[in-house]
């Protein structure tokens, strides 16, 4: 019997080719092609007849448009992330490492919409129903009204959700389900790539809520084609250390919200429960001042949270390490050349280590000054004052650039009892904050002179 021929189909972008490559041809990655059957090529019935749609052409000021109604999920932190609720028809990809808490967070929420009124249903293509029944009552969730369908064959699913008409459906996970018009295995390429796609139309033409779980790689990206994150109206990522309590649930891309936004939730006995002020985990504890800790005001979304950023600066042998941990390496290189040159501030000869307080990440530049603050603080040996804090972009050229939405920086400092702040000058507010010192600065070095007279 002769061996069924194969095709290489690449796990990035889906491109096929019909022998092993070392680049995929269509979008030049590399060792991404993978071995799989190709699809028959009988004639017969489209399977994309029943996504398209006649529609006419119309102008942008003919079409009635309204406003999307939210739906709330009871969990306020993973409400912000989704900018405000559920919203009808809308489709939500949400990955994240094994067990950090996907399954037990939208098991939650189903719980809360279904009392409230919702209709959901709970697909899980990875557990049984009676799984999911005893994880419920792990956390709590006695006499659920959650309806759970244990399936993995998209036809079946597809067929259950015209039949029950629920409000908000979760498939758990995307990877796991299969169509039976295509042969390759679950989790392929072509399979994700399908049922998504079927998935979708089924929330557009509906009106149901979807929610889709998706299995990350060893890299931390979301599995299967890339087209996976273009097809939905939502992706989110779960963060976490898996030696912390605290998760963090981040938008990545939005299309009823803002981007960027994060939840900050704390794993408990009784499953996720949201964090209102984050900026208490990421602020060290400490009686009194010490030497190399500043702390800055980051905005994750539209949310202002305080940061500490610790550094330490010891001896260092012939060739002195730069290190950080939650912020860019080589922008720390960058701003130890500026304490230099404008500062007179030298760790040539010096190791120096940067960490931001709590595995928060942060990318945006504004954290520039609190670093050389921390910086200059550990060589000397001299803690910055009690209730300081400071943020700004430093430039190659010494000067000190604003903040986007400063005020809300300096109010959210305020609010938690922080009173004297180093900033950029056009950040500086013209009304006086009640309890706040302001010191407005152009220059690294009149931030470091600043510092030096509240010393």
């Given at each position: 019997m002769a061996k069924e021929k194969t095709v290489y189909i690449c796990s990035d972008c889906g491109g096929t080719s019909p022998k092993w490559l070392g680049k995929c041809p269509s979008c030049n990655a590399w060792n991404t092609l993978v071995e799989s059957l190709p699809e028959s090529t009988a004639p017969t019935k489209n399977r994309f007849a029943s996504l398209a749609k006649t529609a006419e052409v119309a102008t942008l000021g003919d079409i009635d448009a309204v406003d999307m109604a939210r739906t709330p999920t009871g969990h306020e932190e993973l409400d912000r992330v989704l900018g405000g609720g559920m919203v009808e028809g809308g489709?939500?990809?949400?990955?994240?490492?094994?067990?950090?808490?996907?399954?037990?967070?939208?098991?939650?929420?189903?719980?809360?919409?279904?009392?409230?009124?919702?209709?959901?249903?709970?697909?899980?293509?990875?557990?049984?129903?009676?799984?999911?029944?005893?994880?419920?009552?792990?956390?709590g969730l006695n006499n659920s009204q959650v309806k759970v369908l244990a399936e993995i064959q998209l036809e079946r699913i597809l067929a259950t959700l015209e039949a029950t008409q629920p409000d908000i459906a979760v498939i758990d996970s995307i990877q796991t389900v299969y169509s039976d018009q295509l042969t390759s295995a679950p989790g392929s390429v072509a399979q994700v790539r399908e049922c998504a796609a079927h998935l979708t139309r089924a929330a557009k033409a509906t009106g149901v809520s979807i929610v889709l779980v998706g299995h990350v790689t060893k890299d931390g990206a979301l599995a299967g084609p890339r087209v996976l994150e273009h097809m939905v109206d939502t992706v989110l990522y779960f963060e976490g250390d898996t030696h912390s309590s605290f998760r963090l649930v981040?938008?990545?891309?939005?299309?009823?919200?803002?981007v960027n936004e994060i939840g900050v939730f704390a794993m408990t006995e009784k499953g996720l429960k949201g964090v209102s002020n984050p900026s208490a985990i990421f602020l060290s504890q400490h009686s009194e001042p010490v030497p190399g800790s500043c702390v800055m005001v980051t905005l994750e979304g539209t949310r202002p949270m305080l940061v500490e950023i610790q550094a330490l600066v010891d001896s260092g042998g012939p060739s002195p390490r730069r290190l950080s941990v939650g912020l860019d390496r080589d922008r720390l290189a960058m701003l130890l050349a500026v304490l230099h040159r404008h500062a007179g501030v030298a760790c040539m000869d010096q190791d120096v280590f940067v960490n931001a307080v709590g595995g928060v990440r942060i990318s945006e530049p504004a954290s520039d000054l609190a670093v050389l603050l921390a910086i200059t603080s550990s060589l000397r040996g001299k803690p910055l004052p009690k209730g300081f804090f400071a943020f700004g972009e430093v430039g190659l050229a010494g000067e000190v650039r604003p903040a986007p939405r400063?005020?809300?920086?300096?109010?959210?400092?305020?609010?938690?009892?922080?009173?004297?702040?180093?900033?950029?000058?056009?950040?500086?507010?013209?009304k006086a904050i009640e309890g706040l010192s302001i010191h407005a600065v152009e220059r690294v070095e009149q931030a470091m002179e600043v510092v030096r007279g509240l010393g």
């Open positions: 489709v939500v990809l949400i990955g994240g490492d094994p067990g950090i808490g996907k399954s037990t967070l939208l098991l939650q929420a189903l719980d809360s919409l279904q009392r409230s009124g919702q209709n959901t249903l709970y697909v899980t293509g990875e557990e049984s129903g009676a799984q999911v029944a005893l994880r419920s009552r792990r956390l981040r938008a990545i891309k939005n299309r009823f919200g803002a400063g005020q809300e920086r300096l109010k959210e400092a305020a609010k938690l009892g922080f009173s004297v702040a180093v900033v950029p000058k056009a950040n500086a507010p013209k």
